[in-house]
């Protein structure tokens, strides 16, 4: 809208001081035209801004003028809570509330603080993603947002680890965004935002528990989850050089319980995995840095897969290029 344009741009000229018709309209991904327009505006209003001209010149406020227009809505607090954030803020449809705060934000504070403030968000960047990990569907980000904060059941249709669709109605709790993936807590269980095929807000509400805590339920359920998920262990025995690398080679909670297990090279200790088939396909990146000990099938295994990557290398020609 553009009263709320107006608004930006005069936060904009009391926050950065002169900004040309182009910054303003990159900032506000609007036309220099829409821009020129605007600032007759402001001006009809009696807004003390005037332009210089010249090469380095710009549209500014006369020296001293203050807008009192910092309040915040309520979306733009919410959002604050994103402010490092503008990937999440924008899946949630928080993107242009975040840049309403942060304007607000640093028109309301004194030139000192306003200058530390832009050198902080210069200096220091979060980017909650994972490496080597494509982006996920979140189409119903948005609606789950909305409904938790409305405390509103919803009606979804949701795809299980093992590719079954299934049919829920949920009292959304929370929101978590964990090493760029989105969960959401219901009901007592957690659920993959990317698993969920379609979901519809319904009209019932529901009376959140007055004891629930997002963050202390989270860190049980993850406890949990990766308890479960790894339940499994293996005898093995490492080197120096296996039980060092095993802290960058392998996920966070396997490298936790070998650290936490503080085993000796050569000395046996409980390996954790989820199956065999995982087994196999971590202690390969070891090589001859682990040993097996027990069960003599994942032994086996391992010995059968060396065997068979032997016989690939010896017998196989060198392509033309490699010659």
Do not use: C
């Not at 200096?123 to 980000?141: I, N």
């Not at 095993?246 to 936490?260: D, H, M, N, P, T």
Request: aromatic share 10%.
């Amino acid at each position: 809208m553009k009263s709320s344009r107006l608004i930006q741009v005069l936060l904009l000229l009391q926050s950065r001081g002169r900004m040309t018709a182009d910054e303003l309209a990159a900032e506000l991904e609007v036309s220099p035209r829409t821009i020129y327009r605007d600032i007759e505006s402001l001006s009809a209003a009696g807004i003390p801004v005037y332009a210089d001209r010249g090469p380095s010149g710009g549209y500014q406020l006369i020296d001293g003028y203050r807008t009192r227009l910092t309040g915040l809505t309520g979306a733009e607090a919410q959002s604050l809570f994103l402010a490092g954030l503008p990937g999440p803020a924008e899946e949630l449809g928080l993107k242009e509330f975040a840049a309403a705060a942060q304007l607000k934000l640093l028109a309301a504070l004194p030139t000192e603080l306003r200058t530390r403030a832009e050198q902080i968000r210069q200096r220091f960047h979060l980017d909650t993603p994972t490496w080597f990990r494509g982006d996920q569907p979140t189409e119903h980000l948005a609606t789950i947002a909305d409904a938790v904060w409305e405390q509103r059941r919803v009606r979804m249709t949701y795809e299980r680890w093992g590719g079954q669709a299934v049919q829920r109605e949920v009292d959304p709790y929370g929101l978590v965004l964990k090493a760029g993936t989105w969960y959401f807590v219901g009901s007592g269980r957690t659920y993959r935002v990317s698993r969920v095929l379609a979901l519809q807000s319904t009209p019932d509400t529901f009376e959140r528990p007055r004891d629930f805590d997002l963050a202390r339920y989270w860190a049980e359920w993850s406890e949990q989850f990766e308890s479960r998920m790894y339940g499994e262990r293996i005898a093995v025995r490492m080197t120096r050089a296996g039980l060092d690398k095993s802290q960058y080679l392998l996920s966070g909670y396997q490298a936790r319980v070998i650290r936490e297990t503080s085993p000796q090279p050569g000395e046996e200790f409980g390996f954790p995995t989820e199956s065999t088939r995982h087994a196999v396909a971590d202690l390969l990146k070891f090589g001859a840095d682990v040993e097996v000990v027990a069960p003599v099938e994942l032994r086996r295994e391992l010995i059968e897969t060396i065997k068979a990557m032997q016989d690939l290398y010896n017998d196989a020609k060198l392509p033309a290029w490699f010659r």
